[in-house]
């Protein structure tokens, strides 16, 4: 069964620089998550979309902004990146219309270092 | 969401059952009680939900008792690969799909040889 598709898979940054990382949903989904997850740390809520708009928001930093598209692919874009930025970024997806509302899927990630 | 709260770290053995308690006091009527997986470096992955007495699948079993202000996570007969972090997760069954899941501290189990 097809997965939740993240690239990069890796991603090496330095300080004040932007990143993009990419999220392509399981096929019929229509929600995207993304969630970040420091060393040691549990993951965190970022941002949500469900058909293309945003529908939900959490400790997301102001220089981080993200999108979906009309393929129901997402993209998390990162700019003036800090050390601290330095995570495991997860995309999630589910579907309301299918009614599996209840899971969540998640992708493998991308490993963001920041220098 | 309703707080919960976990042991953070449990050793076991290959072969034995496990049982991972969470505490959930302020659930709220409509909410549902859900567990996820999380092994080092990947995604959390689904495990198992339920609303009240029991639910099991092919990969473990979930007991809610009658107040369902806690609830017991059992993995039978565990083996090394199912050493991960695992997750308890309460809130409402739509909203524990269509919105953020919020992640507290989840139980770190390790199992030896």
């Known amino acids: 069964a097809a997965g939740v598709i993240q690239s990069p898979r890796h991603l090496i940054k330095e300080k004040r620089e932007t990143a993009t990382l990419k999220c392509y949903p399981i096929?019929?989904?229509?929600?995207v998550y993304w969630y970040q997850q420091g060393p040691g740390q549990d993951p965190q809520f970022l941002i949500s979309f469900y058909e293309k708009m945003q529908s939900d928001k959490g400790s997301i930093p102001d220089r981080f902004s993200a999108q979906q598209f009309s393929d129901y692919h997402s993209e998390l874009n990162m700019s003036s990146l800090e050390l601290g930025d330095s995570a495991l970024y997860f995309c999630a997806s589910s579907s309301v219309t299918e009614r599996e509302g209840y899971e969540q899927y998640f992708g493998p990630g991308t490993r963001l270092t920041v220098t | 969401l309703a707080k919960t709260t976990q042991p953070i770290s449990m050793d076991s053995y290959e072969g034995q059952e496990v049982n991972i308690t969470c505490s959930h006091n302020?659930?709220?009527?409509?909410?549902?009680i859900t567990w996820y997986q999380q092994f080092p470096s990947q995604g959390p992955r689904f495990i198992i939900q339920g609303y009240k007495t029991k639910v099991t699948n092919e990969v473990a079993s979930l007991f809610i008792p009658a107040d369902r202000k806690s609830s017991t996570l059992s993995l039978p007969r565990v083996s090394l690969s199912d050493t991960a972090v695992y997750y308890c997760?309460?809130?409402?069954?739509?909203?524990?799909?269509?919105?953020?899941?919020?992640f507290g501290t989840g139980t770190r189990l390790l199992v030896s040889p």
């Open positions: 096929p019929r989904h229509d929600t």
């Open positions: 302020n659930i709220a009527t409509n909410d549902y």
């Open positions: 997760l309460v809130g409402d069954k739509m909203n524990t799909g269509f919105q953020k899941l919020v």
